[in-house]
């Protein structure tokens, strides 16, 4: 395993303990969960050292990620095979913009060592349709979980403070339809991992699962939902947050949160330009950062007085496609909006409730 600065916090007794110590003390589980901050490189570099060290500890690790959808389980069990290439493999599974960087090294691993991999998340599409109609909508469909639940509880409460922050006055039945979708992708992956185990029963291996914090934090999200179809399973939460100091975290900054904290340092800064910037194009608007995985941008606010104010858009619409380029993340927004210049006249794909609408919005100077 490679050598990996790591400042781990056991929250059951507030000490710090080394990698070795950790590892041993997961490797008593059935299920580990792993919290991430999907754009962390750090924390991503933790989540590989958690892979190899436990795979030490316990010969037959099962890997199961948020990251690649139920769907798209028999293009990676080709993949790991090698009955098909990286670039089918990219082709085929709806791979994240960060696959290259944050989590191939994962699943070179998982290959390389022979590991199963559970392609565990709900369809995209799917909680699409959930975030707008429901979770009836999708009932009895093929990879929709067998039964899912969203009820009025705490994590619910943290659901709804979280996405409050980014879509403002949104309506509450707005809110309850993508807490519905979230907590379908919650109940997929739990019954991922609970049909896994079911179907190995001759094994008893330790299921390593990746997700975002909020999915697994408090041993709320997915990690109530595996335990409630499993209820014997041993199981243990590992945040990776990421501060400014890492090496001034104590435990109860994260009373509550996990069983361990592996905290990373934030992402260095981005250097400062040697020439003066010239300004940039700006559409004035906040996106939402906790909006999930579908395409697009989901506005959390917009700037007052700026160009999408002037133009129409809404917290709550989400960006599709501008000038005719479609937007598969914020990233990619950030990138075709550095191709623009301010002034620029540009149309705009934007998603309302059901509706799809064009809109044309003169772009105005970036504020950041």
């Not at 500890?57 to 139920?70: A, F, P, Q, T, Y």
């Not at 007085?305 to 937007?327: I, P, Q, S, T, Y």
């Amino acid at each position: 395993m490679e050598a990996v600065v790591a400042i781990i916090l056991s929250l059951a007794t507030g000490a710090r303990i080394e990698v070795a110590d950790l590892m041993g003390q997961l490797a008593a589980n059935d299920v580990v969960f792993v919290g991430e901050e999907h754009d962390n490189r750090a924390g991503h570099e933790a989540e590989l050292a958690l892979l190899q060290g436990l795979h030490a500890e316990r010969k037959d690790v099962v890997l199961s990620l948020e990251m690649i959808e139920r769907d798209c389980q028999g293009t990676l069990n080709d993949w790991l095979a090698g009955r098909i290439n990286d670039e089918q493999l990219a082709a085929n599974a709806r791979l994240w913009p960060n696959h290259a960087t944050d989590y191939a090294p994962l699943l070179a691993y998982a290959k390389e060592h022979k590991l199963d991999v559970i392609a565990s998340n709900v369809p995209r599409p799917m909680a699409k349709v959930v975030s707008e109609a429901g979770a009836s909508a999708v009932a009895g469909l093929l990879h929709s979980p067998r039964r899912t639940t969203a009820d009025a509880d705490r994590y619910r409460d943290r659901f709804f403070e979280q996405m409050k922050e980014h879509m403002g006055s949104a309506g509450d039945e707005r809110l309850l339809r993508f807490y519905a979708a979230q907590c379908l992708k919650d109940d997929a992956m739990a019954e991922s991992i609970a049909d896994w185990l079911a179907a190995h029963p001759a094994r008893k291996p330790l299921v390593l699962h990746m997700a975002g914090r909020f999915h697994v934090e408090e041993g709320l999200g997915t990690v109530a939902r595996l335990l409630a179809r499993r209820p014997l399973a041993r199981t243990a939460v590992v945040l990776l947050p990421s501060v400014e100091k890492p090496d001034a975290a104590k435990a109860e900054d994260f009373t509550g949160a996990a069983h361990f904290v592996w905290v990373c340092a934030q992402n260095p800064p981005k250097a400062a330009p040697v020439e003066e910037e010239k300004p940039r194009a700006g559409l004035g608007i906040m996106p939402d950062y906790a909006a999930g995985e579908d395409p697009g941008v989901l506005i959390g606010s917009v700037v007052p007085e700026g160009a999408a104010e002037k133009a129409g858009l809404r917290a709550g619409d989400r960006l599709l496609a501008l000038d005719g380029k479609r937007l598969e993340n914020v990233r990619g927004y950030m990138a075709v909006l550095a191709e623009c210049k301010p002034g620029q006249q540009v149309k705009l794909l934007v998603e309302r409730e059901t509706v799809e609408l064009t809109i044309t919005a003169t772009l105005g100077v970036s504020r950041r």
